[in-house]
């Protein structure tokens, strides 16, 4: 796993502007029904990666007005909570993920959520560049943090290892500080960890 300084990886310098995967109508990844938006390339390299390809910044293909206009069809159903982000690492693919997140607000305002996943944590993207500062403020729901194989827990909610978070980013921005999203079911408890066998 990789721990950089503050601005010390730049998505001018990385992102490709490649996506790995879009996957409509899934009950995964956040509350609700949603639509997800895989971006490729990730510096991580965190152990037990379960995306291990898409660290790669030329992984899959290149973002599209196509793919984005599917993207906003299929968040006009009625039945879709909202759009989240993933990777990959979406603070690191600003480009796609500001221009996606942007084009959903201005044609649903506030009435879709989005989430995203980051290796980031929250308190590291407060020291970031400018363009992932606007990424955060324009997202709702953050999970963050390196996936630590050490502290895997399928016990958690919407995430893989204890040191995550879900946080609730609009809170947190007016209180300098991580708030953690109000429905987390497990915030307050502890779980035996989940080991493979030998």
């Known amino acids: 796993m990789r721990n950089p300084k503050p601005k010390e990886w730049s998505a001018k310098d990385y992102s490709q502007n490649h996506v790995a995967d ?10 609700g029904v949603r639509n997800s938006l895989y971006v490729s390339g990730c510096l991580f390299a965190c152990e037990g990666c379960f995306n291990k390809a898409i660290q790669n910044f030329r992984y899959g293909i ?28 979406p603070f690191l693919n600003t480009d796609v993920c500001l221009r996606v997140v942007d084009q959903v607000k201005a044609t649903f305002g506030e009435t879709k959520d989005i989430w995203s996943w980051s ?48 946080i609730d980013v609009k809170k947190s921005l007016a209180a300098k500080q991580a708030v953690i999203w109000d429905k987390c079911v497990d915030g307050e408890h502890q779980f035996e960890q989940i080991k493979k066998s030998i």
């Open 22 to 31: 879009y996957k409509a109508f899934n009950f995964v990844d956040g509350e």
């Open 62 to 89: 290149p973002y599209s007005k196509e793919l984005e206009e599917q993207i906003l069809e299929d968040l006009a159903h009625p039945s879709v909570q909202g759009l989240t982000l993933l990777g990959g690492e």
């Open 119 to 166: 290796g980031y944590t929250f308190e590291e993207l407060l020291l970031e560049t400018d363009d992932k500062l606007e990424l955060l403020s324009k997202i709702d729901i953050l999970v963050d943090g390196r996936f630590e194989l050490t502290k895997k827990n399928l016990n958690l909610q919407f995430r893989g290892s204890s040191n995550q978070r879900i």
